[in-house]
């Protein structure tokens, strides 16, 4: 079992689907951050969060300078409302291109059809505005928690509210895992998958943080200020690898469990026709 869960995990072509969502990323990535961002400041009262939610979708997509990237989402935002029809249009593109193509490498991965088009507009469409609502719920949770701690004195004892960006990127890793594939997923597999690649991913950002601030300097002098945009799009490429590298565990522990099952029904199949003949068996000395 172990060398089946080894040997499905290595593919060359991850690196190629990686590639290929990280191109598409960094044309929908601005949209789709209007969306969210605009969905939050929309929910009136929970606007107070906002700056949570941008704060932590800064840190996780751009884990260095996310000040900077930061500052050019509120320009995108204050001049979202000039956008001219042929550039909705190439925003509208963009985003369908990028869907597209992450449900192709997710049905090659899963070996399922695809689905129609606007079954997957709609799941898309859902998990876009789902994210913020999310979002603001889990910082509004996180408040009332640490008010919670705070006033009952436990806030020196626990240290739950370290625990929340991350559990909030394993339940968004989940949603994902659980709904992107053209088939039935079972808890267990995107659970696992899920933890693991969160945890990964995670792990992975703080190396990643500490690799740029040790090598930083190095860089600024090859690239000048394009090293920021560089460690931008190098981050966007390592997190679509471990992402993939999740699928793929998604879709090996489903594999096994249903290989699995069919193996723990096929034995008790065997050993019920095997009890009935040797009944029969008994029944007929007995006759004799």
């Known amino acids: 079992m172990i060398r089946t869960y080894v040997t499905s995990l290595f593919d060359r072509d991850i690196t190629f689907y990686a590639s290929s969502l990280s191109f598409y990323t960094l044309f929908t990535l601005v949209p789709v951050l209007l969306i969210v961002l605009s969905i939050s400041t929309s929910l009136t009262s929970f606007d107070s969060f906002y700056g949570n939610i ?16 930061s500052t050019f989402i509120d320009g995108f935002m204050q001049n979202s409302m000039q956008i001219s029809i042929m550039g909705m249009i190439a925003i509208i593109a963009s985003s369908m291109l990028f869907f597209q193509n992450f449900e192709y490498i997710v049905n090659k ?38 008010i919670f701690l705070g006033d009952n004195n436990y806030s020196d004892a626990l240290d739950i509210l370290g625990l929340i960006p991350y559990l909030i990127i394993w ?7 659980k709904i992107s594939a053209n088939t039935d997923i079972s808890n267990k597999a995107a659970g696992i998958s899920s933890f693991a690649v969160s945890l990964t991913w995670y792990l992975a950002k703080i190396g990643f943080i500490q690799y740029i601030l040790n090598k930083n300097e190095m ?3 090859i690239y000048g200020s394009f090293s ?20 793929k565990l998604c879709y090996t522990i489903e594999k096994v469990s249903k290989e699995t099952k069919i193996e723990e029904e096929q034995k008790i199949k065997e050993e019920l026709m095997n009890n009935g003949q040797e009944a029969n068996e008994d029944d007929e000395n007995e006759k004799v």
């Not at 799941?123 to 949770?141: D, E, N, R």
């Not at 339940?171 to 895992?177: H, Q």
């Not at 920021?228 to 992402?243: G, K, N, R």
Request: hydrophobic content about 55%; overall charge neutral.
């Open 54 to 69: 941008k704060s932590f979708i800064m840190n996780n997509i751009v884990p260095v300078d996310s000040e900077v990237f």
């Open 109 to 146: 991965i899963f070996k399922t059809p695809a689905r129609g088009f606007w079954q997957s507009l709609s799941i898309y469409w859902t998990l876009v505005t789902l994210t913020p609502i999310a979002l603001v719920f889990s910082f509004y949770l996180s408040n009332e928690l640490q």
């Open 171 to 177: 339940s968004m890793f989940f949603l994902i895992y």
């Open 219 to 221: 860089y600024a002098t």
């Open 228 to 247: 920021t945009l560089i460690f931008f799009f190098l981050w966007i490429y390592v997190s679509w690898i471990i992402f993939i590298y999740g699928l």
